[in-house]
């Protein structure tokens, strides 16, 4: 079974657009819960366009599924993480001012500094993930930093699979493989949908969870936050 995470970022960003507390973010993650999703990711920026630093301390009290915070390990994300001791915390080298994670990390480079700051989540009991692209030298050195599990950067697959072309799923095919060799665990995120969620748990051997926000929240407008979790549930079965 693959576990759906559901990203609440943009109920936040509705949120944030007036400044009260329409929607209420606490309710609708204790909502999506009931619904049926196994988890939430938040993924707080270092400009709180969306996620507060506030929120992700707000939400350990209502998260009783898996709790995965996403973000860029600096100092402030670090400190946040380690007191909100989420279930798991995956880390995401995103530029400041990015409008969204556009890539995964060089393992290679920055194996050291990921290698430290996953033991000091580990030591304090957090799962570890890495995002990364689906290229077989990055999920080796992955691997070298000790780390639980990667989160496989789906944009290129959703892109393509877009345009017709069902090729794309390819290299995540070789980077799953070699990653249950590596005996890594596998995650997988960004620009996941209805439309493409079922190809790719269907071709991904031992995809554990997903993280799907920003086309699911466009797709319960028209179906209903409640259906639309039991859509993409259905389609993880
Ligand atoms: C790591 C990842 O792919 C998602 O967390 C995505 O970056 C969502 O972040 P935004 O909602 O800020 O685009
Ligand atoms: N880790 C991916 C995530 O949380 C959601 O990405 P998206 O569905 O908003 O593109």
Known sequence: MTKLS?????????????????????????????FGAQ???????PDERHIRYQDARDLKAIVHTEYNIEGNPQHNFIDLVLE???TQVTLVPDAIGAI???????????????TEVIQEFQRNGIRTSIFVDPVLEIIEGAKKTGTD???????????????????????YVKAAEL???????????????????????????GLLEVSIGHAL????????????????LNKLK
Request: glycine content about 8%.
């Open 6 to 34: 559901v990203n609440i970022n943009k109920i936040a960003t509705l949120r944030n657009a007036r400044g009260g507390n329409v929607p209420d973010l606490l309710k609708v993650a204790a909502d999506i819960q009931k």
């Open 39 to 45: 988890g939430i990711t938040i993924h707080p920026r």
């Open 84 to 86: 909100c001791k989420p």
């Open 100 to 114: 969204t994670s556009s890539a995964g990390w060089d393992t290679i480079k920055n194996q050291e500094y990921l």
């Open 149 to 171: 599990r990667i989160e496989l950067y789906t944009e290129a697959f959703a892109h393509q699979y877009d345009l017709g072309n069902k090729n794309g799923i390819d290299p």
């Open 179 to 205: 990653a249950n060799e590596l005996g890594l665990g596998i995650n997988a995120g960004h620009d996941l949908s209805l439309d493409n969620i079922q190809f790719f748990k269907q071709n991904i051997p």
């Open 217 to 232: 929240i466009a797709e319960a407008l028209y179906l209903g936050l409640d259906n639309v979790v039991n859509m993409y």
